[in-house]
């Protein structure tokens, strides 16, 4: 299964929402090696490390107006970027 994230928390906040989807990722990839889990970020930030885990593949925006608009592209853009990831389920 493909399973998408919305980690702008991951790599932004260092307590609470943070610390959830770090550790969810964490566990999830431990216990689910056969997923395939996608991180949509707005930007990323040394919180934490995606390469530490084999099957996480995170995606930022792409193009001018969505780096220019992080905020947009978290609301419209990355659910446009859906199907060509094939993203099965997401978790906002």
Known sequence: ????????????????????I??????????????????FAPRLTSLFNPSDFKNVVVQTPQGF??????????RRGMVKDFPQSGINIFHG
Do not use: V
């Open 1 to 20: 299964m493909n399973i998408g994230y919305d980690a702008k928390r991951a790599f932004q906040n260092k307590t609470g929402l943070g610390n959830y």
């Open 22 to 39: 770090r550790s969810l990722i964490a566990i999830l990839t431990d216990y689910y090696p056969e997923n395939q889990y996608q991180l």
């Open 65 to 74: 107006f969505n780096k220019k608009f992080p905020s947009l592209w978290r």
